[in-house]
């Protein structure tokens, strides 16, 4: 029974940066991506990040070149920098992580960006 747990959320003063770590529950295996999601109430969930097995990393618009997605392999963690938070950045954030056709989910870190 695979869960995912993230931690690393928290409240900043915008302009600020948090990292956002997550990890299996259990590592027997290895995943073919993992990545990070968020949500705010009333909008669908959207991907933030995502790092496969092999290949680049997968931004979405909004964060492109302010947060950054690092996979441990050995660890079987993934993290995500986030620099020069911003007010619309506020969310849940939701580790995901796929092995073939099976996906796994934390239950999610709140990311509160305020003054």
Same mark, same amino acid.
């Given at each position: 029974?695979?869960?995912? $747990?993230? *931690?690393?959320? %928290?409240?900043v003063q915008p302009g600020g940066s948090?990292?956002?770590?997550?990890?299996?529950?259990?590592? $027997?295996? *290895?995943?073919? %991506?993992m990545g990070w999601y968020r949500q705010v109430?009333?909008?669908?969930r959207e991907l933030v990040a995502e790092k496969p097995a092999t290949g680049s990393s997968r931004y979405a618009d909004s964060v492109?070149?302010?947060f950054t997605i690092i996979r441990d392999d050995f660890q079987n963690t993934v993290y995500l920098q986030m620099n020069s938070l911003q007010p619309e950045d506020t969310a849940v954030y939701y580790c995901n992580a796929y092995r073939h056709e099976n996906?796994?989910?934390?239950?999610?870190?709140?990311?509160t960006v305020s003054s």
């Open positions: 029974q695979v869960h995912l $747990v993230e *931690s690393g959320g %928290g409240l948090l990292r956002l770590s997550c990890t299996p529950s259990d590592s $027997v295996f *290895s995943f073919n %991506g109430p009333g909008k669908q492109t070149g302010r996906h796994y989910w934390g239950q999610g870190t709140q990311v």
